[in-house]
């Protein structure tokens, strides 16, 4: 008998010291939206007159690469760059100092330029140094970090004025070559065929980079002079990897024409006040419910507001898990989560009242309280429910935060303040021989 | 400690003094909606900009109102945040925000020096349409979810009770809305979700007693049974509508800007939701019940 109450309990402390690791230090571990922290948040819209939701798709799939490959370079810390639909791209940038300076970068127009790299490794050295010689320029490869953050790599010295450039080139596909590696395959228009078979003439076994509003995406070696203006590029390239290359390409040929229809700056000083102010306000709340809820219910109150405390912990802790992004309306959506945790309990405790006035023992009348107020919290919780996940799936932006917060908040309410508050109430009763109850 | 010991209230025989006083504010707000046309709606829903610029120094929301009228930029409007008349939210048409910049400018010297911005947006009127479909399919797919939940759970007459119930919420908000004269923005849909959500809880606490002292007496007085059911489970109702009332009002209160639509919106929301509870959802199966009588199967 004894012993379930143990395993309750078990699960109950495991579930408390999980959250607390998931949360702990909150600050880096709880992810905020823009509204929070400042930032930039834009949807673009592909310009094309054209039916074919294929050709948008992929005018859509080239600007998102170029807008990827700048964001990088501005080293934001976890940037979302997504398509939506066929012809809409969204990015969030959190935390961006120069909102203005962002946008401007995320509006220019695609430059893809073909140029060649210097094989002296004095060169490099000398430039590295910090004397770049005349007439070439230090570009750097862009990686990510462990931590997600594109940081520069290796250098490459190339030569200043470009070999080629994206409007010489009229397609590239991602293929596969004779042993089935996936290759990328370039088709230049004609004036473009001529001038790279004297570009590889001439350079045979250099590198020639292609370069992508300043930074190089590739570097492959000239290992032949090549006619015809179809050339291959392979590698070691993953499928992933050759047709990120193949959209770059693209993108320098017949960079897409975006509007920009949707822009959001959030200040760091508003983002600053909107935090104080949401989780001052959330926190006033908070308390006022968990003073009246002692006050109204006395030691069943307290008990309510264990299981308020525990289901703000668990919320944060699936928020964390899930690398939720928590907005401002989710803070309501946590405060709101407070004043509807104890509705459970206050049915349940309500009820636990009403069978004590019919006669029943303290016992009998707990046992029936929470048997009889089970259908009631499961049915107004589902309803609620609903609402949250249809705010999180259909939600823009901070509304999805707000659906997210609230349906977490609510489906954990359902282990707080019924299996959590149930547990405890049990142990109590079986363990002190309580006679009476006041509630 | 308890509010309110075993009450007795016959709240069905009041049934009609609340339908009146509910069509009348919604008629009221609705007239009020379809007379302000566009200027019920924020920027999202109808495209345009939005600027929140705070001054070094206190100015006139007047002064600013006779300067930027001088652009000819069509309507706009500008709003006061706190009480030091230093920080203001100026709405204005698409892709007007750079001209009224320049013009705050020439006005009270450099952005930076004079007055900084704390925050902008700016929508297309192609982004806000689909704004505004996406709120309506939101809309329309939690009604759809929840009478169903209800029907499967109770009865399809109760569905109806409730979900006319929650129309009647929606409806009362957005006429307060229109007669405050206030903006319906994305936030607000939001608002009204959650209160669709979160008002037919204590319709279903209510309907959930109905169920059992149906079961209980098989009684067919449904008009005592009904009474006796909101009565019984009264204090549960107003309890827990009133904890999430708190935390309601402290963001109304203390949020901040950004939050003051949507906690508004649920202020009114969820004491409307309340009052539809007891005098609206019930009432409305006993009507149905004595227009076309009917037993209840529970």
């Known amino acids: ?439 | 400690m308890e509010i309110i010991k075993s009450p007795n209230f016959n709240f069905i025989g009041k049934k009609n003094i609340a339908y009146i006083f509910s069509c009348v504010v919604i008629i009221w707000g609705m007239v009020v909606l379809a007379m302000r046309g566009k200027d019920n709606f924020g920027v999202d829903f109808v495209g345009g900009d939005m600027l929140n610029v705070e001054f070094k120094q206190s100015i006139s929301v007047n002064d600013i109102r006779a300067r930027l009228k001088e652009l000819n930029i069509g309507s706009f409007s500008v709003q006061v945040l706190g009480t030091e008349g230093k920080e203001f939210i100026i709405k204005s048409g698409p892709n007007t925000s750079e001209k009224i910049v320049e013009k705050l400018e020439t006005t009270y010297g450099p952005e930076g020096d004079a007055f900084s911005i704390k925050g902008k947006s700016s929508v297309s009127p192609s982004m806000s349409i689909s704004l505004r479909k996406k709120a309506f399919y939101a809309f329309i797919l939690g009604m759809i979810g929840i009478l169903i939940y209800i029907t499967v759970r109770f009865e399809f007459r109760f569905a109806v009770g409730a979900t006319l119930a929650i129309f009647h919420d929606i409806l009362f908000v957005v006429a307060v809305l229109a007669l405050t004269r206030k903006q319906i923005d994305a936030s607000v849909i939001a608002a009204l979700l959650t209160i669709a959500g979160y008002s037919v809880n204590d319709t279903v606490i209510i309907f959930d007693r109905i169920r059992e002292n149906i079961r209980k007496t098989r009684s067919d007085d449904y008009f005592t049974l009904f009474n006796k059911s909101i009565n019984e489970t009264l204090s549960r109702t107003i309890l827990t509508v009133l904890t999430t009332l708190f935390v309601v009002l402290l963001l109304f209160l203390i949020g901040g800007e950004t939050l003051h639509i949507f906690a508004f919106c649920l202020l009114v929301g969820f004491v409307i939701g309340t009052y539809s509870s007891v005098f609206i959802a019930s009432a409305i199966v006993i009507d149905w019940h004595r227009w076309k009588p009917h037993k209840f199967k529970v």
């Open chain 1, 1 to 439: 008998m004894m012993k379930q109450y143990y395993y309750r309990f078990l699960l109950i402390l495991a579930v408390i010291v999980l959250c607390i690791y998931q949360v702990y230090p909150p600050e880096k571990k709880i992810r905020r939206g823009l509204d929070l922290q400042g930032g930039v948040h834009v949807v673009l819209e592909v310009t094309e007159t054209s039916q074919d939701e294929k050709v948008i798709s992929d005018l859509a799939d080239r600007a998102l690469e170029v807008i990827r490959n700048r964001i990088d370079a501005l080293g934001v810390t976890e940037p979302v760059i997504q398509k939506e639909g066929t012809k809409r791209i969204i990015v969030d940038l959190p935390g961006v100092q120069d909102p203005d300076r962002a946008i401007e970068i995320i509006g220019q127009t695609a430059l893809l330029e073909f140029k060649l790299v210097s094989d002296d490794p004095e060169l490099l050295k000398k430039a590295l140094e910090g004397n770049v010689p005349e007439g070439y320029e230090l570009l750097y490869f862009k990686e990510k970090d462990e931590r997600g953050i594109y940081r520069e790599s290796r250098p490459l010295l190339v030569k200043k004025e470009p070999e080629l450039t994206g409007k010489y080139i009229e397609d590239a596909y991602m293929g596969y070559d004779s042993s089935g590696f996936p290759d990328v395959n370039i088709v230049f228009n004609k004036e473009g065929a001529a001038l790279f078979e004297a570009v590889t003439a001439n350079n045979i076994n250099k590198q020639l980079a292609i370069v992508l509003d300043g930074i190089p995406r590739s570097a492959p070696v000239i290992r032949e002079r090549i006619p015809g203006g179809k050339a291959q590029i392979t590698g070691k390239f993953s499928v992933d990897e050759a047709r990120t290359l193949a959209i770059v390409l693209r993108a320098g040929a017949l960079p897409a024409k975006m509007d920009m229809i949707y822009r959001e700056v959030v200040g760091p000083t508003l983002g600053r006040e909107n935090i104080v102010q949401g989780f001052r306000a959330a926190m006033y709340g908070a308390i006022l419910v968990v003073i009246f809820m002692l006050f109204y219910y006395a030691a069943f109150g307290l008990l309510a507001d264990f299981a308020l405390a525990l289901n703000i912990l668990i919320l944060l802790g699936v928020m964390a898990t899930l690398r939720g992004v928590l907005t401002l309306p989710g803070v309501a959506g946590i405060a709101l989560t407070c004043g509807m945790a104890v509705d459970a309990n206050i049915i349940i405790f309500e009820r636990i009242r009403e069978e004590l006035k019919t006669g029943k023992s303290p016992k009998a009348a707990i046992d029936a309280g929470y048997k009889r107020a089970w259908a009631a919290i499961i049915d107004s919780n589902i309803t609620t429910i609903i609402a949250g996940l249809i705010l999180f799936f259909l939600g823009e932006g901070s509304v999805k935060g707000f659906g997210l917060t609230l349906s977490i908040g609510i489906v954990a309410n359902l282990f707080t303040a019924v299996f959590v508050t149930k547990s405890i109430v049990d142990w109590v009763m079986i363990t002190r021989k309580i006679e009476r109850v006041r509630i």
